[in-house]
């Protein structure tokens, strides 16, 4: 069994910590099941980029509620107990569910680079088949990830310290309790993570510099605007999720910093999964003309 030393060891923070981030599960489960309620409910939102959206919010929603109700138990009980079989149980789920939403991200992207530099063709490229393709293409990376992370880090052997200094069972903790040599280990999860989130964010980057060359080569300001205006919630959101994942994974080990890397953590797993929602429909007349629509049919009906 493990034992999870959270983010702080006072009483009076982890009871403000646990109220905080009882809050944020709270808007985070309300914002995703309604965006997808929204878009499920909407026939006008019935498009590749809302499908795709439908798909983030079920992520976001999942990956969130694999960590934060084990930290709010550890935040309110201060015992920071996690079995084994929970604790790789988390890891799977978390490594399996975030891999997923870095390829989404980019699926995302691809879809917002065929309506804006090739809209003649957008219907005939982003059909049916192509967007359950990435969403398939994407929970299978995920799970292809996911094993391997799990797979590597059962071979290890735990003999000294079972104290996790962190609020979640996370590889690079995970292996630092190892007593037997983690090299092998060390470098295929950075090779399989690497290649994941790098390889996702470089298909993201080469569709915002087609996208902005295109948006620049349009005449008018409103037109600009508008064009712009359909990627700036999507590249909002994959500016926070990657610094932050990047800047806690795709780094050194010598400069690893427990506060920093906690805090950036917090981030990835508790407080994006809040924001999408509130990006993506506060950022959004389609999403708010929606829950207009649906809110007028259905519950001022009632």
């Given amino acids: 069994?493990?034992?999870?030393?959270?983010?702080t060891d006072?009483?009076?923070?982890?009871?403000?910590?646990?109220a905080f981030f009882l809050l944020i599960y709270l808007i985070t489960v309300l914002g995703n099941v309604g965006m997808i309620l929204i878009i499920r409910l909407d026939p006008q939102l019935h498009t590749p980029m809302y499908f795709f959206l439908t798909q983030l919010s079920f992520l976001d929603l999942s990956y969130s509620t694999v960590i934060t109700p084990k930290t709010l138990e550890n935040l309110l009980t201060a015992t920071g107990y996690i079995s084994f079989m929970g604790c790789f149980t988390q890891l799977f789920f978390f490594v399996f569910l975030a891999a997923a939403e870095c390829i989404l991200l980019s699926s995302m992207a691809f879809d917002r680079y065929v309506a804006i530099c090739n809209p003649l063709h957008y219907a005939v490229i982003m059909n049916t088949r192509c967007c359950y393709a990435l969403i398939t293409g994407s929970y299978m990376i995920g799970f292809m990830d996911s094993s391997i992370n799990v797979l590597c880090m059962s071979r290890l052997q735990f003999c000294d310290s079972n104290v996790i200094r962190h609020f979640f069972c996370d590889a690079p903790r995970i292996l630092a309790l190892s007593c037997t040599d983690t090299y092998g280990n060390e470098l295929m999860i950075f090779?399989?993570?690497?290649?994941?989130?790098?390889g996702s964010f470089i298909t993201i980057a080469v569709s915002y510099v087609s996208i902005l060359s295109s948006i620049l080569k349009i005449n008018s300001t409103s037109g600009k605007q508008k064009a712009f205006s359909t990627c700036a919630s999507h590249l909002l959101g994959v500016t926070i999720f990657y610094g932050t994942m990047i800047f806690t994974y795709l780094k050194p080990s010598k400069s690893y910093s427990l506060g920093k890397d906690q805090v950036a953590s917090v981030f990835?797993?508790?407080v994006i999964p809040m924001l999408n929602p509130l990006i993506y429909s506060l950022r959004n007349k389609e999403v708010k003309n929606a829950l207009y629509r649906v809110m007028q049919r259905d519950v001022f009906r009632t």
């Fill in 10 to 18: 006072s009483e009076g923070i982890q009871l403000l910590l646990f």
């Fill in 268 to 270: 990835y797993t508790i």
């Fill in 1 to 7: 069994d493990f034992i999870l030393t959270g983010l």
């Fill in 191 to 198: 090779i399989v993570a690497g290649s994941t989130i790098l």
